[in-house]
């Protein structure tokens, strides 16, 4: 290791739908953070680690910024803002347009409160012309003192090395927080409830995914190994949403397990088992004690 190892962290902001968990699963080389073009589809702060003989990037990937709705939105919010003051370098993904909504107007004047250098990554630029991109960057540098912009498509690994590089130069001189060979802090058992959750919010009508959270009830290897018997349950709001997700004759949730299982064996390196039950708990999203049954972090409720 050399003299100058950095190391730090940096957090990914920018309203849901944006590309975060999509550019942070390309740094990263490996799928951590699910992804789908549904708000909310990261509800806690996914730690992610990239190694490199130079540093050490500490990736917190935040919920979505947006005003909340209820005691969910509320605990997303809370932790996304918590966030910016706690790391070394903020990175803004924004998408290749002039047009600034009243949800990066929210961002700006979160990003005004704080002293942390921002980077603001333009992505999805292979969806729009050249000169879009350029329109776009010019138009957000009026805005804040950005530190650097970098332009990138997430979805095609364009410029995302660009991103590495830049953030080295920002982080300060550090210990090696984890070892080569850690690429997340997230539990298995979390990572695999995500699994789920992610096929529901693919596979599921617009309404339906917000109220839903999936505990694993059990996961264990089998004596013999070369299997992993996984008891998972999906939670929403109610008896109708109940319906859907089963689907006629159980097909849609038959549909779920199916595409979660193969993801969960290219995780585990392993055979699955996958069992799937649906339960109803009505509001849940307004009750901190369901909320925390449900793996959100209780200090930050």
Known sequence: MSDTFKSGFVTLIGRPNVGKSTLMNELIGQKIAITSSKPQTTRNRIQTVYTCEEGQIIFLDTPGMNKAKNKLGDYMLKVAKQTLNE?????????????????????????????????????????????????????????????????????????????????????????????????????ERQIVAELVRE????????????GIAVVIDSMK??????????????????????????????????????????EMEHLLGTKVNLQLWVKVKKDWRDSDMLMKNYGYNKKEI
Not at 111 to 119: D, F, N, S
Not at 199 to 210: F, M, N, Q, S, T
Not at 237 to 260: F, N, R, T, V, Y
Request: aromatic share 6%.
């Open 87 to 187: 790391v070394d370098v903020i990175l803004w993904l924004v998408e290749p347009t002039t047009y600034i909504g009243p949800a990066e107007r929210y961002v700006l004047e979160q990003l005004a409160q704080v002293k942390t250098p921002v980077i603001l990554v333009v992505n999805k630029i292979d969806s729009v012309e050249e000169i879009e991109v350029f329109k776009a960057i010019e138009t957000y540098k009026d805005e804040y003192d950005f530190k650097e912009i970098i332009p990138v498509s997430a979805l095609r690994g364009k410029n995302t090395d660009d991103i590495i590089s830049t953030l080295l130069k920002y982080l300060p001189e550090g210990p090696q927080y984890y070892d080569e060979d850690t690429i997340t802090d997230q539990p």
């Open 221 to 262: 290897e089998r004596k013999k190994g070369g299997m992993i018997d996984i008891d998972a349950t999906i939670i929403c709001e109610k008896d109708s949403h109940k319906g859907i997700i089963i689907g006629k004759q159980g097909a849609m949730l038959k549909k779920i397990g199916s595409q979660a299982r193969m």
């Open 199 to 210: 096929k529901a919010l693919r596979l599921l009508d617009k309404e339906i995914p917000h």
